[in-house]
């Protein structure tokens, strides 16, 4: 459920361009740290924007491939500030060394946590569809959906958006959190708990750039495709040419790049006819 504390009011002092100062009150995105428990047992603290607790966490336990199937949960409960506690059903497990390689993991990063290059790859199956796929004018419609959905941005203008949709161009899941990486996690986390996994059919974009850690998240869902309206980086390209997944950078009308599987892209608009 989205938490109404995800903006906090402050005092500023602006200086105009003719060199005056004005006194004003101005809106800034909270971020607070999230702990993640398993049972009794912590499993990350994370930094966050309030709101959607309960997803971030399924969507953590999702990408990082502690939890596969959605009867694994027992249930989710935010019952104290900060702190969100995941029950697994009786006979599921979940290694301790798991629970320990995750230290704090800062709002920029979700990978700052890890003790070892081993942790960080997780073992998904490369995506297997190729017969979706999404023309340009639909391709380039989605900046801009993405903008009109992002509420806290339009506030605050420091918040990152991730945004699900369709190979119509229709927008099913926005969430928005401090972290680009907790926004995609908020919203696999959604599908998840809608039992809509895998979203094979589906298009992952993100108001920020491509990491290695967002299309290995989206990877997890089982999205084909990813798009960022900034750069993605070398590992993130390989990763994605690796596991049959379609990368697009800088996607920003009227222009965009494709990083792999250009496949999945209807690069010609159709002809009219006369």
Do not use: W
């Amino acid at each position: 459920m989205k938490d109404a504390h995800s903006i906090g009011p402050e005092k500023i002092i602006r200086r105009k361009d003719d060199g005056s100062l004005e006194y004003l009150g101005d809106e800034l995105t909270i971020e607070e740290p999230l702990e993640i428990r398993i049972g009794s047992k912590t499993l990350a603290t994370t930094m966050r924007t309030p709101g959607h607790d309960d997803e971030l966490a399924a969507g953590f336990l999702v990408s990082e491939a502690i939890v596969r199937e959605r009867q694994e949960l027992s249930k989710i409960s935010t019952r104290r500030e900060n702190i969100v506690t995941v029950n697994l059903r009786p006979g599921a497990k979940f290694k301790l060394n798991t629970a320990q390689r995750f230290g704090t993991i800062s709002s920029s990063c979700g990978l700052c946590g890890k003790t070892s290059i081993d942790a960080i790859r997780q073992n998904f199956p490369a995506i297997k569809s190729a017969n979706v796929r999404i023309d340009i004018d639909t391709l380039l419609s989605l900046p801009e959906k993405l903008r009109k959905s992002q509420s806290d941005f339009a506030r605050t203008g420091g918040i990152h958006a991730a945004g699900i949709f369709d190979a119509n161009g229709e927008l099913k899941i926005v969430r928005e959190d401090i972290g680009r990486h907790n926004a995609v996690d908020k919203a696999i986390g959604h599908a998840f708990l809608d039992e809509l996994l895998p979203l094979d059919r589906h298009l992952l974009l993100v108001s920020g750039r491509a990491s290695f850690e967002i299309v290995q998240k989206a990877l997890a869902a089982g999205l084909p495709l990813v798009a960022a309206v900034s750069a993605p980086s070398t590992l993130a390209v390989d990763f994605a040419r690796e596991n049959n997944q379609t990368l697009i950078g800088f996607l920003r009308p009227p222009s965009f790049n494709i990083y792999s599987h250009i496949e999945r892209v209807i690069l010609e608009r159709p002809r009219v006819q006369r």
